[in-house]
T-cell receptor, first 114, second 116 residues
């Protein structure tokens, strides 16, 4: 069964600290993996998209890694800011299927405290 | 601003009623997707349209239906509403038809439906 599991479910860190969010997937065949940031009550916003051949991708203070062999991805946030408080969603898509086959994780809820 | 517009932003209605949610995709995007997000749950794919035609179907209830019009805007119709239908409904758009799966998805701000 195609699944995306994220950990931890929630995380609290102090402003200025770094953190890493994890995503494990069992989606096959794999097309790409995306990380989205979703502020409470708002629509998700894309952070990165990685295909099979990409190991790492950065977007400002956000760096995503992908290990297609172990089917794991991580999102590293550097020097966290209060505005990073949000849910971070890992999404994996199947190769060759409809984009309706995007499989969403349940997200990691990050709280950055001053 | 993603460029995807959803209306209404908030909607409160009673059980058994019918509502219509509207989505205008980004200029130039031919695909529209609808998602449901219940409280503290992940996004659940409902349905996708590409250039007016249904492209993919997810866990959409028979009480729900959608369509995409010639001007590419889309409407999601929810009928015989139940308490459990209370959720955020998101629309997303992309340029791709869905075959390549590499297209960027742009989400609207959502319509919050409350069924009392």
């Amino acid at each position: 069964k195609n699944q995306v599991e994220q950990s931890p479910q929630s995380l609290i860190i102090l402003e200025g600290k770094n953190c890493t969010l994890q995503c494990n997937y069992t989606v096959s065949p794999f097309s790409n993996l995306r990380w989205y940031k979703q502020d409470t009550g708002r629509g998700p916003v894309s952070l990165t998209i990685m295909t099979f051949s990409e190991n790492t991708k950065s977007n400002g203070r956000y760096t995503a890694t992908l290990d297609a062999d172990t089917k794991q991805s991580s999102l590293h946030i550097t020097a966290s800011q209060l505005s990073d408080s949000a849910s971070y969603i890992c999404v994996v898509s199947n190769y060759g299927g409809s984009q309706g086959n995007l499989i969403f994780g349940k997200g990691t809820k990050l709280s950055v405290k001053p | 601003d993603s460029g995807v517009t959803q209306t209404p932003k908030h909607l409160i209605t009673a059980t058994g009623q019918r509502v219509t949610l509207r989505c205008s995709p980004r200029s130039g995007d031919l695909s529209v997707y609808w998602y449901q997000q219940s409280l503290d749950q992940g996004l659940q794919f409902l349905i996708q349209y590409y250039n007016g035609e249904e492209r993919a179907k997810g866990n959409i209830l028979e009480r729900f239906s959608a369509q995409q019009f010639p001007d590419l805007h889309s409407e999601l119709n929810l009928s015989s509403l139940e308490l459990g239908d209370s959720a955020l409904y998101f629309c997303a758009s992309s340029q791709t038809s869905g075959r390549t799966n590499t297209g960027e998805l742009f989400f609207g701000e959502g319509s919050r439906l409350t069924v009392l």
